[in-house]
């Protein structure tokens, strides 16, 4: 158990519709990433939060969007789902000390199918 | 840009065997850092190692052993006398320096590793 927690495990819906994906980081960790893994694109990093504003963006689209809040818990939205969304969405998180490399941990996914 | 290579897509071996899976990556970065990863059928991603640029010890964990090449940017990973349990995906990723924003991790496409019982 990594300590990273992510809700709901699966999650089905239709196309166009918005989803959102939960996540809480490991206890004292301050940086949550956002993962999309798909038969396609194969593991793809999406966006990094730290202490609650937005640090790195990768190749996420604009119909999706996160956010950190106070207590450290992110949420990717996801909207006008399409079928290509269909995927399998991981959370990490890492702790940030000065001058040192953390380690970034997973959670157990979000399984997500736009039919 | 990064990138991580992993040429394997899927390696049997029959139980008990020794099985390396290879890793190669491109980077710019004069400090970075590597990482290697389990899949599990599971699903969940399991963090087995992390190596630093200026660092090319090789580690041993039990079974599990990794040799990291700066001269070839090869970081493979052995598992030795291999069980049932070690079926999974295993992926290889690579970081850059530790500086904010640039934390993100590029995957390799994985190697699908199955052992035969």
């Known amino acids: 158990d990594s300590g990273v927690t992510q809700t709901p495990k699966h999650l089905i819906t239709a196309t166009g519709q918005r989803v959102t994906l939960r996540c809480s980081p490991r206890s004292g960790d301050l940086s949550v990433y956002w993962y999309q893994q798909s038969l396609d694109q194969g593991l793809q990093f999406l966006i990094q939060?730290?202490?609650?504003?937005?640090?790195a963006k990768g190749n996420i689209l604009e119909r999706f969007s996160a956010q950190q809040f106070p207590d450290l818990h992110s949420e990717l939205n996801l909207s006008s789902l399409e079928l290509g969304d269909s995927a399998l969405y991981f959370c990490?998180?890492?702790?940030?000390?000065?001058?040192?490399?953390?380690?970034?941990?997973f959670g157990p996914g979000t399984r997500l199918l736009v039919l | 840009a990064q990138k991580v290579t992993q040429a394997q897509t899927e390696i049997s071996v029959v139980e008990k065997e020794d099985v390396t899976l290879d890793c190669v990556y491109e980077?710019?970065?004069?400090?970075?850092?590597l990482f290697w990863y389990k899949q599990p059928p599971s699903g969940e991603l399991v963090f087995l190692i992390r190596r630093n640029s200026f660092d090319e010890q090789n580690e041993i964990s039990g079974r599990y052993s990794w040799n990291f090449q700066k001269s070839t940017s090869s970081f493979n990973f052995t598992i030795t006398a291999s069980q049932v349990v070690d079926s999974a995906v295993y992926f290889c990723?690579?970081?850059?320096?530790?500086?904010?924003?640039?934390?993100?991790?590029?995957f390799g496409t994985g190697t699908r590793l199955t052992i035969i019982p």
């Open positions: 990490a998180s890492s702790s940030r000390l000065a001058g040192v490399k953390e380690t970034q941990y």
């Open positions: 990723a690579l970081s850059g320096p530790n500086l904010f924003g640039n934390e993100k991790l590029t």
């Open positions: 980077t710019r970065d004069t400090t970075y850092y």
């Open positions: 939060y730290y202490n609650g504003e937005e640090r």
